[in-house]
């Protein structure tokens, strides 16, 4: 009887930790649109380029949570000697009622944003635009997964008048499991 239980047990915790290892698995099959956002699902490694920026590099993972009608991020970004400089959380998801995606992200540093973004399955580009801060600032990113394994990405902030007030880009590389 003993080697029963051992035996359940031992079960019982690896299917628990292939349940929270898996997430929710994928994107809900109820909204179709959401099979765009599975580009980010996964763990990637994340080269920088900006001026004035700290950051050169980083790791991000992404899993569906809430039965694949979310997609969570989680990672870090990097200066060049390694030291961690900020930290993030975001979610995707599509919006039905608004036919548009939508995103949510919050840093460690007690920033957070908004945005609302176009899918160009064609081009495999997602295109997002970010709400406008108190100083009237938004961002455009743009994040091309026509090559496989790699998020190629640029984020460009705009002020009120039009005026380019900063960039930064990127290229984010799939890891091998």
């Given at each position: ?74 990672g870090e970004l990097q200066a060049k000697d390694g030291s961690t400089v ?92």
């Amino acid at each position: 009887m003993r080697p029963l239980i051992v035996a359940s047990t031992v079960l019982a915790f690896l299917a628990c930790q292939w349940a929270a290892m898996a997430g929710d698995g994928g994107p809900s099959d109820k909204v179709p649109e959401l099979k765009a956002l599975d580009h980010y699902a996964g763990s990637w490694d994340v080269e920088i380029t900006s001026k004035g920026l700290p950051f050169t590099k980083g790791k991000v993972t992404a899993k569906w949570i809430l039965d694949g009608r979310f997609l969570q991020q989680a990672g870090e970004l990097q200066a060049k000697d390694g030291s961690t400089v900020l930290k993030y959380s975001s979610l995707m998801t599509y919006d039905p009622a608004k036919k548009v995606y939508r995103s949510w992200i919050f840093l460690s540093d007690g920033q957070a944003g908004d945005s609302e973004a176009t899918w160009n399955a064609k081009g495999r580009v997602m295109t997002s635009v970010g709400r406008k801060d108190e100083k009237g600032v938004f961002s455009t990113t743009t994040a091309d997964f026509s090559e496989a394994g790699v998020e190629n990405w640029k984020i460009v902030y705009t002020d009120g008048t039009g005026k380019v007030v900063s960039e930064m880009s990127g290229k984010n590389t799939r890891q091998k499991k």
